[in-house]
Nanobody, 119 residues
Framework: QVQLVESGGGLVQPGGSLRLSCTAS????????MNWYRQAPGKQRELVAS???????NYVDSVKGRFTISRDNAKNTVYLQMNSLKPEDTAVYYC?????????????WGQGTQVTVSS
């Protein structure tokens, strides 16, 4: 059974930093790309950052230069370091992995962690 467990959210002032963690179990972690999504109230869920199994990263334009995604395969954990946080970064952040095999799509999500940026 695949499980993704996030931690590290909270309340932070504008300009502050947070680091989110997501620990996976039930998969060979190093084989799969990992993603961070977020969903703000009244908005659609959006892909924030992704990292391939080889460590190639991609970011949505709104977080480039402020957020960094990384992974530690020995710990089965993916991180999202968030710096220079803005009120518009307020959202529930979700860890995700998905892949296709034999025409079957496997799509797993964590429970989400709330990030609130406010003074």
């Amino acid at each position: 059974q695949v499980q993704l467990v996030e931690s590290g959210g909270g309340l932070v002032q504008p300009g502050g930093s947070l680091r989110l963690s997501c620990t996976a179990s039930g998969i060979i972690f190093s084989n799969y790309a990992m993603n961070w999504y977020r969903q703000a109230p009244g908005k659609q869920r959006e892909l924030v950052a992704s990292i391939t199994s080889r460590g190639t990263t991609n970011y949505v334009d709104s977080v480039k230069g402020r957020f960094t995604i990384s992974r530690d395969n020995a710990k089965n954990t993916v991180y999202l370091q968030m710096n220079s946080l803005k009120p518009e970064d307020t959202a529930v952040y979700y860890c995700n992995t998905h892949w296709a095999s034999a025409r079957v799509i496997y799509d797993y999500w964590g429970q989400g962690t709330q990030v609130t940026v406010s003074s």
